[in-house]
């Protein structure tokens, strides 16, 4: 399964009424330096198929206006999903303590699992809960 796919799965897991991060999905996709390839894929893979509107950059700001067909379309779909916005100078805002996804670990060997990867470390496998 390549990174886009991953991708892909974890979006859709993000509940309606959460946000999450480019960093945070990048994560959970195993790669956690590829927070700028989440954007990409968003923008040029598959903003059609996945809840794009529900990731924010790591300080809470709307920064995926280009992937919607008008400017605030990310703004209205997070707000109809009960998701505060805020105006700041610096552009619209979410409050990620409020609204962020807190994934558990649950979530992250699930997502793994769903991958099609192997759950364990170098010193044995892990246990799932």
């Not at 859709?12 to 956690?32: E, H, M, N």
């Not at 990731?55 to 109809?80: H, I, M, P, R, W």
């Not at 105006?87 to 060997?109: C, Q």
Request: glycine share 10%; aromatic share 8%.
């Amino acid at each position: 399964m390549d990174f886009y796919q991953k991708m892909a799965l974890v979006c859709a897991r993000i509940p309606a009424g959460r946000v999450a991060t480019y960093g945070q999905i990048a994560l959970l996709c195993g790669k956690p330096r590829n927070a700028r390839q989440v954007g990409y894929g968003l923008r040029e893979e598959l903003a059609g198929d996945v809840p794009a509107h529900r990731v924010v950059n790591a300080k809470g700001f709307l920064s995926g206006a280009a992937y919607f067909d008008t400017a605030d379309l990310q703004k209205l779909l997070l707000e109809e999903e009960g998701v505060e916005v805020k105006r700041t100078p610096e552009g619209y805002r979410v409050d990620i303590r409020r609204f962020g996804w807190k994934n558990t670990l649950e979530d992250a060997l699930s997502l793994r699992e769903a991958f099609g990867e192997e759950i364990g470390r170098a010193d044995g496998p892990v246990e799932k809960p």
